[in-house]
């Protein structure tokens, strides 16, 4: 990633956002404090667990989502990131009303309590659920297109107006008269995402929609969702766990781990602060001198060393410094153990990758 063309990027496009009445962009969600603890029952295994949970059943409480607060302006473009089990799926299914929060709320267009599921509200939104499907699988598309404009009442010409725009962004006109079963994955999901704007949403939730695509189909679908936020001005919260949506889409990120919101912020000052950053990876000759190594790179104040073991009984040590201090650490660290201690040591451009990791295990 080019950090000054983002940057630069960032400031003309903030300049041209669609602004609201005080010159301000425009908020279209404020989230205070949403939280999810799901409750769910103990069961031992086996035939004599299910018998006893019949009669004695011991509630569990998952916190899926511990309290997050942040906000939307309209036209922007946010990613949620976080690895499986974040948390990601369960704040889109608050802020699209499928699920009750167990406390805080969110209030959109300055007006609707999401989480009372106001009809107005459900008419603005749109959406997709990379792994569940909207389309009836046995009809062709354009019969649930049609279905939902029935629902949503949108006409005639609108309707046709739209269908257009987005087949054309696919180049799928042939697609729509297709029974959906027989479209492949990525073929449904782009009559997914068309059925989601056919009503003219002016904000878009996307969780996942490139899980499971080939590379083609995936940058098909990005492609897509880029002209949609750039011309249509369709505000997108998309969540996914690829590095590389988020990186081609998401001018602004917001990173989720075990519920909690470790970083919200530009991507392009991730990048300045951290993928800016050299990743450090000592490989010693076994688990005592890695032992020492990473208790030498603590002891100097590095970001925690992460050590682990590799099949061959050898044992690397893996941190970030800044570019001018990596002659200073590599003597911190040859002064720590014995030469012969050391197997090979290598020097790497951090990975956005292993960036966002490092950001999930310890925050900003
Ligand atoms: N209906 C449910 N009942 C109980 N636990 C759930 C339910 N849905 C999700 N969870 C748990 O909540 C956590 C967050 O899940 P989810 O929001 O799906 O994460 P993500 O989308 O980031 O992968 C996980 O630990 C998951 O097991
Ligand atoms: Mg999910």
Redesign the pocket.
Known sequence: MRVRAASIRDTISWVFQPRGRRGFPELLLDVQNLTKS???YHKDPGLRGAIKALFHRVPVA?E??KPVTFQVARGEFVGLL??????????L?MLTGLIAPSAGRAIAFNEYNVSNRPVRYLERIGMVMGQRNQLNPDLPAIDSFRLAQAIYGVPDNEFQQRLDQMLGLFEAHELIRKPVRKLSLGERMQMEMTLSLLHGPELLFL?EPTIGLDFVAARRIRNFLKAINASLGVTVIL?S?YTKDIEELCRRVIL?NK?TCVYDGLLSQVDERIHGQREVEILCAGETVAMHVAAAVKAHGSASPVVASKDDGTCSVQFFVTPRSVAQWIKVVTGTVEASGIVDIKISEAELETVFGELYARGV
Not at 82 to 91: L, M, W, Y
């Open positions: 799901y409750v769910t998952v899926a989502v976080g690895p499986n089990g974040a948390g990601k799926t369960t704040i299914k969780d969540t766990h989720i519920g």
